[in-house]
């Protein structure tokens, strides 16, 4: 089934000046538009003018349209920015409908960005494809990430199942954005920040939002921070399931609706144990925040080392957190 959110709100990212480039501005010559009016048509046509192994940013600006292509960030170009034109994250639309069955789950998605310090901002991306009630098959990637030090603001993610990958080479920062999806649509074995972000279920019969993959010696992998959880129904939606045994996903200072399924919050998942997964809450608000033996909670001494820089500070030091 396809549920529509009552509400899919449009936010103005606030990121420090290290973290994106320059806002580029919004008047003169757009880098794509659909219509003639830009320098490219596509999307992915700017990209490819890109000269291979850039070391400084480029900035692609893209005029309100739909673009229904596949984009690819390779990674041999990176500090590419892809910034919508809109007036909102919806104005811009990037997307495709692959689904699993005819191209693998990890090759179904609509954008791959794989460029280091690539950045999307103000703009959407989606799987379109429709689920048709089969229980195989039915993963369709809106976002497939390997970039590392990526940061995604005020940004659309619109699938089904598995709409956002990240991947083990990534650290993403997505702030004052929007995911939804059906099924384990936030995966992977990469480090991801959710920061000020809404997270919609949308299927009626609620899953997992969360499947991650988590290396055994990688401390961090998902922290939802000080964001939104809602669905389309009541006491249904889990906040994930190892997807790996060492699966590690937080929920922080977050609002829980009462989509959440209070009474047992984690699942398992391929033989992997949540008990044996590092899956914890930390100060979490709302109707789906009860506290219980199934819901493991870091202590104000724990919760010190599981911070938004610290999730993305890696060997570098990255810290793109305002």
Not at 67 to 95: F, H, M, W
Not at 172 to 193: C, L, M
Not at 238 to 246: A, K
Not at 266 to 283: C, I, L, P, Q, V
């Amino acid at each position: 089934p396809t549920v529509t959110p009552t509400m899919t709100p449009t936010m103005t990212p606030t990121v420090s000046p290290s973290a994106t480039p320059t806002a580029t501005p919004t008047t003169g010559k757009p880098t794509v538009a659909a219509d003639g009016t830009g320098t490219y048509r596509t999307v992915q046509a700017a990209i490819d003018a890109v000269p291979t192994g850039n070391s400084s940013r480029k900035v692609i600006t893209i005029k309100p349209g739909t673009y229904r292509e596949i984009v690819t960030i390779p990674a041999n170009k990176p500090y590419i920015t892809l910034q919508g034109l809109g007036s909102s994250a919806r104005d811009v639309l990037i997307v495709n409908n692959h689904a699993a069955g005819a191209y693998g789950t990890f090759n179904s998605a609509t954008a791959f960005v794989n460029g280091h310090d690539s950045a999307l901002t103000n703009l959407t991306v989606s799987n379109d494809y429709v689920e048709d009630g089969s229980t195989v098959n039915q993963q369709a990637v809106a976002l497939n990430l390997n970039a590392d030090r990526a940061i995604l603001s005020n940004v659309r993610l619109l699938g089904d199942q598995d709409t956002f990958l990240v991947n083990a080479s990534a650290r993403a920062y997505v702030r004052s954005s929007y995911i939804e999806g059906t099924v384990d649509f936030v995966f992977g074995d990469g480090t991801a920040v959710l920061h000020d972000c809404d997270i919609y279920e949308k299927r009626s019969s609620g899953a997992p939002i969360t499947a991650a993959r988590t290396d055994a010696a990688k401390p961090y992998g998902f922290l939802i921070y000080k964001s939104r959880i809602s669905g389309a129904t009541g006491d249904t939606t889990q906040l994930g399931r190892p997807w790996g045994p060492n699966a590690q996903v937080l929920y922080r200072e977050s609002t829980l609706s009462s989509t959440i399924k209070t009474s047992q919050p984690w699942t398992d998942m391929s033989g992997n144990s949540w008990k044996n997964a590092r899956f914890s809450e930390y100060r979490n608000t709302g109707a789906g925040a009860t506290v219980n033996a199934n819901r493991p909670q870091l202590s104000d001494a724990q919760a010190a080392n599981y911070t938004p820089q610290k999730y993305l500070a890696g060997s570098d030091g990255w810290n793109p957190v305002s």
